[in-house]
């Protein structure tokens, strides 16, 4: 079956971002090359320039892809644990979020990003709404642990998720320094202590 426009324009937008995260992986963000990047993928740079207006919108376009497929991992672990101890999903929880700080790449662009839009007021406005859509999915996860566990938290959910998504970006840097406590018992108190998990007993 032949393929219809946008579905061609679609898989060429995917393969470009896999390329993309490909060279981060390999190269680091400082030695991403949008030359190369199209070559690996098999693409010219007008195809490219077809699918995203800048390597910043490219760099956005990696995130969103990454955060939303985390958060949506997030989600099902908790919904797999429906009937669990809500200490034993808290302990899932915060340990996934200290893997995930640990694939630094992701830390390290989220900052690159943050940075440049501090620079670049064109570029904060896409950031900034970019960034809303994280603190919002993260907020949806956080409310689903309170619905299903009945709890009082300490903050409203998406000022939770916030606090949240500064550890995950955070703890890329602070994480390494000596003396720092492992990242998944930074999440976990932070965690219990947001959403008004009760102390265990004994």
Same mark, same amino acid.
């Given at each position: %079956?032949?393929?219809?426009?946008?579905?061609?324009?679609?898989?060429?937008?995917?393969? +470009?971002?896999?390329?993309?995260?490909?060279?981060?992986? $390999?190269?680091?963000?400082?030695?991403?090359?949008?030359?190369?990047?199209?070559? *690996?993928?098999?693409?010219?740079?007008?195809?490219?320039?077809?699918?995203?207006?800048?390597?910043? *919108?490219?760099?956005?376009?990696?995130?969103?892809?990454?955060?939303?497929?985390?958060? &949506?991992?997030?989600? $099902?672990?908790?919904?797999? %644990?429906?009937?669990?101890? +809500?200490?034993?999903?808290? @302990?899932? @929880?915060?340990? $996934?979020? !200290? *893997?995930?700080?640990?694939?630094?790449?992701?830390?390290?662009?989220?900052?690159?990003?943050?940075?440049?839009?501090?620079?670049?007021?064109?570029?904060? *406005?896409?950031?900034?709404?970019?960034?809303?859509?994280?603190?919002?999915?993260? !907020? $949806?996860?956080?409310?689903?642990?309170?619905?299903?566990?009945?709890?009082?938290?300490?903050?409203?959910? %998406?000022?939770?998720?916030?606090?949240?998504?500064?550890?995950?970006?955070?703890?890329?840097?602070?994480?390494?320094?000596?003396?720092?406590?492992?990242?998944? &018992?930074?999440?976990?108190?932070?965690?219990?202590?947001?959403?008004?998990?009760?102390?265990?007993?004994?």
């Amino acid at each position: %079956m032949r393929k219809t426009r946008e579905q061609s324009r679609l898989e060429t937008r995917e393969r +470009l971002i896999a390329s993309a995260h490909a060279a981060i992986r $390999r190269d680091g963000i400082g030695g991403l090359s949008l030359r190369r990047l199209c070559e *690996d993928a098999g693409y010219s740079q007008g195809a490219f320039y077809s699918n995203f207006a800048s390597r910043d *919108d490219l760099l956005l376009a990696l995130m969103e892809r990454h955060v939303f497929g985390e958060v &949506e991992t997030l989600r $099902r672990l908790v919904q797999g %644990m429906d009937g669990k101890a +809500l200490g034993d999903v808290s @302990v899932t @929880v915060a340990s $996934r979020l !200290a *893997d995930l700080a640990q694939q630094t790449e992701w830390s390290l662009l989220s900052i690159e990003l943050q940075l440049h839009a501090q620079r670049d007021a064109r570029f904060a *406005d896409a950031y900034n709404a970019a960034k809303t859509s994280f603190h919002a999915e993260f !907020a $949806r996860l956080v409310e689903d642990i309170l619905q299903r566990h009945q709890l009082q938290p300490a903050l409203p959910p %998406m000022q939770i998720a916030i606090g949240l998504y500064a550890l995950w970006s955070g703890l890329a840097v602070q994480g390494t320094v000596p003396g720092a406590a492992p990242r998944d &018992e930074i999440f976990l108190a932070f965690l219990r202590a947001m959403i008004g998990q009760p102390p265990a007993r004994g």
